[in-house]
T-cell receptor, first 114, second 111 residues
């Protein structure tokens, strides 16, 4: 079974702190994704990566950066956390399939910024 | 990206079939129809996908209209563990693998 793990289930940080969210997948997937999920807004794509050291902006990249130094690991970085970044963050991975690819999601990290 | 329309919520009784509809009238010929679901306090999980023909797997069946402008996810015998938000998503063959989640359908299963 594919496993996508996220470093924390719950995280509380203060405004202005630098925050790292880690995601690891064990299926040698090329693609990895970071989403945030907010009530009433659904899931929105922040960034995705289709190879090591490659990244592309999603729909809401402002205030975030990402790092992918190894194929299995994709990190989301909040350079200076703000209260409007309080959200559920979901990581996913997939093998590219030209429209047929299936994304496997981690359990999520609920981040609260005070 | 082509959009999908789903009812906000549906209710079912345990062990009865459930038909979850999705409209996608602007679907293009290269769009695959995917279904995901999200159980409470969990990340979304893949359910099924198809292009033109009906599809079956161990979780569900997908019935696709002949004109492809609508589809229906069928859970043959709903259980309490099927209570979740179900998302119908279109993925284009050349889409950069992006999933665009709408609001989905909240399925309630009554015992």
């Amino acid at each position: 079974d594919v496993k996508v793990t996220q470093s924390s289930r719950y995280l509380v940080k203060r405004t202005g702190e630098k925050v790292f969210l880690e995601c690891v997948q064990d299926m040698d997937h090329e693609n990895m994704f970071w989403y945030r999920q907010d009530p009433g807004l659904g899931l929105r794509l922040i960034y995705f990566s289709y190879d090591v050291k490659m990244k592309e902006k999603g729909d809401i990249p402002e205030g975030y950066s990402v790092s992918r130094e190894k194929k299995e690991r994709f990190s989301l970085i909040l350079e200076s956390a703000s209260t409007n970044q309080t959200s559920m963050y979901l990581c996913a991975s997939s093998f590219p399939g030209g429209g047929t690819d299936t994304q496997y999601f981690g359990p999520g990290t609920r981040l609260t910024v005070l | 990206d082509a959009k999908t329309t789903q009812p906000n919520s549906m209710e079912s009784n345990e062990e009865e079939p459930v038909h979850l509809p999705c409209n996608h009238s602007t679907i293009s010929g290269t769009d695959y129809i995917h279904w995901y679901r999200q159980l409470p306090s969990q990340g979304p999980e893949y359910v099924i996908h198809g292009l033109t023909s009906n599809v079956n797997n161990r979780m569900a069946s997908l019935a696709i209209a002949e004109d492809r402008k609508s589809s229906t996810l069928i859970l043959h015998r709903a259980t309490l563990r099927d209570a979740a938000v179900y998302y119908c998503i279109l993925i284009s063959r050349g889409s950069n693998y992006k999933l665009t989640f709408g609001k989905g359908t909240l399925l309630t299963v009554n015992p």
